[in-house]
Structures are given as C-alpha cells and as structure tokens.
C-alpha cells in the first residue's frame, strides 16, 4: 500500500551551527533506534521519531530519506498519518518504560527524583494509551 509521504512544514534552521547539530542529534537517533530494532531496551519509534523531527530543521533530504525509508518510515508515518501505535508497541513501551523507571527508583534514593521520575512515567503511559491503536496489518 503506497501512502503519500508526509510534507511537514519544513523550515530548515538558518544558523549552521543550529543545522549541523540537529543533523549530528538526528544521525544519533537513527544509530540508536536501529540498535533498539535488536535491543529491547532501546525504544525505537521515540528515537526515529526525533530523528525526524531534527532532520525536519535541518535537512530536507535527510528527512525525506527517512519518512520513504523502506523499514524505518513506516513507523513515522503511521505516527505522522494519525494512524496511531500498533498494540504490540504500546505494550512493548509501557511495559519498558515502568520497568526501568521502576529499577531507577529502586536504584535512586532521593524521594524527589522518585517523585518527578513516577509522575513522568504515568504522563507518558497516559499519552501512550491515548494514542490511536493501529489495527493489525
């Protein structure tokens, strides 16, 4: 099923020094959720997602690339489209996500840190469940 690909509004930062470090942040975001495509505890969508938005600042080609990629631009235009999360990966990012901050609660005494580290965590659940499911392909 081809889709057209999503044209943002795309307004490339003016500074270099700007555009150059979203590219580096954008690069670093595809490294790392190729990695999370092999390693569970690397969240891949979050990671292609602010690739994207980086590339949209600062690189229209990277950007394009990205969204017609064959294996890493169907998970942003799903996202992108308003088609929403495939079930699995809510499941999957949940479940990870209240794992880890449950380590790191476990791993960090101060009751603040704790405090802004649970409340974040049922922020991003929220946001998560609130999404559409992406019906199964």
């Not at 057209?4 to 590219?23: K, S």
């Not at 590339?55 to 017609?68: A, E, G, N």
């Not at 965590?121 to 469940?129: H, K």
Request: net charge positive; proline share 9%.
């Amino acid at each position: 099923m081809n889709r057209p690909t999503p044209q943002p509004d795309i307004r490339e930062a003016r500074h270099p020094a700007v555009r150059y470090v979203l590219l580096a942040v954008g690069w670093l975001c595809i490294v790392l959720g190729v990695i999370g495509i092999f390693l569970p505890v690397l969240p891949t969508t979050p990671f292609l997602l602010l690739a994207a938005a980086c590339f949209v600042r600062s690189s229209r080609r990277f950007y394009l690339w990205l969204v017609t990629h064959p294996r890493l631009g169907p998970w942003i235009r799903d996202y992108l489209d308003g088609q929403g999360i495939p079930l699995k990966g809510k499941v999957y990012a949940i479940v990870l996500m209240w794992v880890s901050i449950g380590f790191s609660c476990y791993l960090v005494p101060l009751v603040w840190a704790r405090v802004f580290m649970l409340s974040s965590a049922v922020l991003v659940t929220l946001y998560i469940l609130k999404q559409k499911t992406l019906p199964a392909r």
